[in-house]
């Protein structure tokens, strides 16, 4: 994800880009009652950022959380927030740790609703330190108070401009890299997982790491981020022949497990600027259902779990309609099947203590 615009695109949306979600658009969002409302939920990806024309803290995310879903904690993600201004480079990066921490002390305290926000954290270290990442992964795992699980490094790539790049700017190939996957080990022996985001036409790539570090917890992003925009544009079908094959690939190696969710931006299933309004519920779980059925069918509910992304896919829908969704596309699931889809796997995979 790049850096982000100072305002809204008009016209078609810049796929793969993030800026400044529309309160009015989303306002035209259609009224839907909460489905399934004590279902309790971990929101198993999130964002928190302060960044011109669009910031994302903890009293922005509560309105979204205490929009009638039972989310019960929450797991935050890197996204280069707060690092600190001084010190070795490597080492800047622990100032987002430190700033979530400070969050998630402040929402132990109640005050902005019943939700343990970034119960888990996952912040970023320069992987290819090689083994040298273990100094900055200690001073993580020091500043996150308990709550440091892991870290993700972003290697999405794709020869086309048009798609944008993981911001951590990656070379092709980085997975299977030497001193990138020397880094990994370190992750490994300090308990910590993996968490990942690659295009559909890396995900053999995954295959390799975890084949390679078998005893890595690897956690794959946005159900392998097929992408529908630039040089995908108009190949719907062919993009998700291709991304089911490599994803039953992935789903052989033990190791790996999957996000479901992140589909607003890559994806382009719909366009969440040209559209008058955005889409209802019955709507997204219609767009989303080939995707996340066959992530279930792969990998079972215990190695799948749903986040919501936000406030990156606040581009295209409200926190409630989004939740919504995803339980129309669990409407015929066991109630043991919904507690790990909704809970279960993310709090084993991310150690929660709530």
Known sequence: MDVFPAQRPQGRAQFGRAFPPSAEWLARQKAEAVLEPDLPIVDAHHHLWNVPNNRYLIEDFAADLNSGHNIVATVFVETLAMYRASGPMEMRPVGETEFVAGVAALSATGKFGPTRVAAGIVGFADLTLGANVEAVLEAHIAAGAGRFRGVRHGAGWDADPIVG???????????????????????QRLGLSYDTVVFHPQLPDIVELAKALPGLQIVLGHVGMPLGYGPYAGKRDEVFARWKLSMTEVARCPNVFVKLGGMVTRLAAFDYVALEAPPDSEALSSLWRP???????????????????????????????????????????????????????????YRLEV
């Open 291 to 349: 995707y996340v059925d066959t992530c279930i069918e792969l990998f079972g509910v215990q190695r799948c779990m749903f986040e919501s992304n936000f406030p990156v896919d606040k581009l295209g829908t409200g926190y409630s309609a989004l939740w919504n969704a995803f339980k129309r596309l669990t409407s015929g699931a066991s109630a043991e099947e919904k507690a790990s889809l909704y809970g279960e796997t993310a709090r084993r995979v």
């Open 165 to 187: 790049n993981s911001h951590t700017n990656p070379p092709p190939g980085l997975l299977l890299d030497g001193t990138f996957r020397a880094g990994l080990s370190s992750l």
